[in-house]
């Protein structure tokens, strides 16, 4: 696998009448990953990818996919590239086959074979003749990632591909995302504003908030930095109420609460273990000590300042 | 540019609401034609045509005998006796009777595919912005350009389509109710220089046509270009449409100002050229000719500098 970025960013800016929307992003997407846009609702993360596909022009700066400029070779540049971006409208009065039949035809060397092969990779098979206005939400998600993967793209974009889907689904595309990657070294490019979701799905995240870039991070970086910090740990203690008076006489303890499932702790990682003996040793029974789900959550409200918009 | 082209056929003859033009289009031919032959005088149909046009020859010259009758009508009447005449003594029985008087009067029918086309013309650029699809279409290797093209060449197909119907089902309906009979009739006709002349029944025939034709380009064309600017098909069938019934009225209104000739719609009627009278004073076909391709070339420029240069946002 080439070291070569599949797709550059330099210095992208993007706006329409006097506002900003897109406001200088510069960053690479390394090949064979699959590469998270995070940031809260109006981040700018559907805007970055309409200047990637070419539905939207770039103000200034410039887009590269597989080496070539997607504004000045852009039948070239596009040729690697599948898309969903938002909802995938397709041809409601066609069926889903006709629909795949016409996006086969305007890129070479998509043969019927291929239009079957990817029919039957999102397991629209027993639905792929009837109209697409009668499909649900999720099949017409199906149906749009099957246009998306038709050309055999190296490199696939999938603006919230979730959306719609129901659990087994989600999951079906995750496993499908990372064996695409695996075994056919394609990049996969997914936005989305659910972090627990990028985390189970991406090698890297670009954290967009108001138009910025915030950071890019390995996702493993981005988790692990998350820990180190101060966290919220849920306790099951008993008994509960000493317990509770126990924690709040520490200096340690940042802040503690009870919660319907035990007690709410917020203290340093570091402090955990010595919490933790310091109960112990009032003689109080400890059942159960998590860090909270939630507080990667917050860290990334606090990365794009409480999720607030524009 | 082929694989579009088939791509535009597909979206266009897989809905049911093409079908359902294709087949009113079919529906008024033959009611027209029926009707036509109903309502025909029956004496025309056999041998007795002469006395029929003995009778509308009389009926013309009392009308020339009368002193206050006006210029326009005078030239009229006397260009129709003269015609009258004609058929008498070459032998030649009018079309009336004939298979060719109905299929002559459905070539008005033309108007009806300048609509239908500017429809299906409106709602084939902007109906893909107005249902998101025109995200998808967009990002593959195809120019903005060539898919405009495609989309305006498969209208065009439309057209002829549903000119070759009109046709073909007039000529086989009104032959098979008159069984064929005179179907090698010539037409005879006042040509430009006030001659009388024998025409070729079914070059005139599609003269008529294809000057129509021309209309329906210019229709279309303007269609495509509020659809890329506007983004909306109600928009640009809506305006079309509006254009195509008022166009002849603006004209109208205008006709005392001179400039007025420079308007599309004052030189969309290209048989005016054919009947000898056009819209103004020493308006020729090339006058004409030159007005339209400065339109139709205005109206393509436009519409292909927004599509291709605008941002596909919503
Ligand atoms: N055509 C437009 N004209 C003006 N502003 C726009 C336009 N399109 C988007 N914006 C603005 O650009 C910003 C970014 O929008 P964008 O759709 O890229 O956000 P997003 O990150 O995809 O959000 P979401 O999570 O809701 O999908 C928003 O503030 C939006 O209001
Ligand atoms: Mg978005």
Redesign the pocket.
């Known amino acids: 696998m080439s070291h070569e970025p599949i797709v550059s960013l330099r210095h992208v800016t993007k706006r ?2 006097r ?1 900003t ?2 406001d200088n992003l510069t960053f690479d997407v390394p090949q064979g990953e699959i590469f998270g ?1 995070l ?12 200047m990637m596909v070419g539905l939207m022009s770039i103000t200034q700066g410039e887009i590269i996919i597989k080496g070539e400029n997607i504004k000045s070779g852009f039948e070239q540049a596009i040729r690697h590239v599948g898309a969903i971006v ?1 909802n995938p409208e397709m041809y409601k009065y066609l069926s889903g086959y006709h629909n795949l039949v016409h996006y086969a035809r305007m890129v070479p060397g998509v043969n019927k074979e291929r239009i079957d092969e990817v029919i039957s990779l999102v397991k629209l098979d027993k639905r792929i003749h009837d109209k697409v206005k009668k499909y649900s939400l999720g099949m017409r998600q199906r149906l749009g990632v099957a246009q998306a993967l038709l050309h055999r793209p190296s490199l696939l974009i999938l ?2 591909p979730t959306n719609g889907l129901d659990p087994a689904g989600i999951r079906e595309l995750r496993d499908y995302l990372r064996l695409l990657t695996r075994t056919e070294g394609i990049t996969v490019i997914v ?1 989305s ?1 659910l972090l627990s979701e990028m985390e189970l799905m991406c090698d890297r995240v670009a954290i ?1 908030q ?2 910025k870039l915030v950071d890019v991070k390995g996702i493993q970086e981005f988790m692990s930095s998350a820990t180190e910090q101060v966290q919220t740990y849920i306790i099951d203690a008993s008994p509960a109420e000493q317990a509770l008076g126990a924690l709040c006489d520490m200096d340690k303890v940042r802040e503690a609460k009870a919660v319907p499932d035990g007690l709410e702790l917020v203290a340093e990682r570091e402090h955990i273990p010595e919490i933790l003996a310091d109960l112990m040793r009032l003689n109080i029974r400890i059942y159960k000590a998590q860090p909270q789900r939630q507080s990667l959550e917050d860290r990334f409200l606090e990365m794009t300042g409480g999720g607030q ?2 | 540019m082929g694989s579009l082209i088939l791509n535009e056929n597909m979206k266009l003859y897989r809905r049911p609401r093409t079908w359902a033009m294709l087949g009113f289009m079919v529906a008024i031919v033959l009611f027209l034609s029926i009707m036509d032959w109903y309502h025909n005088d029956k004496r025309t149909e056999g041998d007795e045509w002469r006395n029929v046009v003995i009778e509308e020859k009389q009926q013309r010259s009392e009308i020339l005998n009368d002193p206050k009758l006006n210029e326009e009508n005078r030239s009229y009447n006397e260009q129709r006796v003269a015609i009258l005449d004609y058929h008498l003594e070459h032998d030649i029985r009018p079309e009336e009777g004939t298979m060719w008087d109905a299929i002559n009067g459905t070539a008005g029918l033309t108007i009806l595919i300048t609509l239908f086309t500017v429809i299906v013309a409106g709602d084939s650029l902007a109906g893909e912005f107005s249902g998101g699809t025109i995200k998808l279409l967009l990002i593959r290797p195809a120019s903005r350009l060539k898919i405009l093209v495609s989309k305006y060449i498969s209208m065009l197909m439309f057209g002829i389509l549903l000119l070759l119907i009109l046709f073909i089902v007039s000529i086989l309906f009104n032959g098979l109710i008159y069984r064929f009979g005179n179907i090698d009739l010539p037409l005879v006709m006042v040509n430009t220089e006030g001659e009388i002349v024998e025409r070729n029944m079914v070059a005139t025939l599609w003269k008529t046509y294809l000057f129509n034709g021309v209309s329906t380009i210019m229709f279309v064309t303007m269609a495509f270009m509020i659809s890329s600017a506007f983004r909306s098909s109600a928009m640009a069938i809506g305006f079309s449409i509006f254009a195509l019934f008022a166009g002849t009225i603006v004209s109208e209104v205008l006709q005392a100002y001179e400039w007025s000739k420079f308007i599309l719609f004052s030189n969309l009627d290209l048989t005016q050229y054919l009947t000898g009278r056009p819209y103004q004073e020493g308006m020729t076909l090339t006058f004409s000719a030159v007005v339209l391709s400065a339109y139709f070339i205005l109206f393509n420029l436009v519409s292909w500098l927004v599509f291709t240069k605008r ?1 596909v ?2």
């Open positions: 329409i009448g506002s929307i897109i846009f940031g809260p609702n109006g981040a700018g993360k559907t805007t970055t990818i309409r938002e603006d919230e936005s504003h967009l108001q138009g918009n524009g | 941002d946002a919503a």
